[in-house]
């Protein structure tokens, strides 16, 4: 599997240790730190990028491509692509399903009449 990284977003991974975490906590939202997590019941599978290591969760659905993007705003941070989706959200213009696999969403079940 292939990673590609933004040269701002590797310069700022190796600002902080030259590390990437990416998981999901329990209510699947996705978390992208350059520190570990203090969960120490996560497990990791390590992959190499160029210029910093990238450490996944190892329950997560893993893509062909691992896209990294830096981001300035709200502050200056790194955020992670599944193919170039965003996990966890449909885009309705172009359709895929794809976007909500890493995190074991289906979209087209039903939703409860209730929300708690």
Do not use: C
Not at 62 to 77: C, E, I, M, N, S
């Amino acid at each position: 599997m292939a990673v590609v990284a933004d040269p701002e977003a590797v310069r700022f991974i190796a600002r902080h240790g030259g590390r990437l975490y990416v998981y999901a906590d329990g209510a699947g939202m996705k978390h992208v730190k350059t520190e570990a997590p203090h969960n120490a019941s996560l497990r990791f599978e390590q992959i190499e990028a160029n210029g910093f290591l990238m450490y996944v969760a190892d329950d997560l659905a893993q893509p062909d491509t691992w896209h990294v993007k830096f981001h300035h705003l709200p502050y200056h941070h790194v955020d992670v692509l599944w193919d170039g989706d965003q996990p966890g959200l449909v885009s309705l213009f172009q359709g895929r399903r794809r976007a909500a696999e890493p995190f074991g969403l289906d979209v087209l079940a039903p939703r409860p009449e209730r929300w708690p």
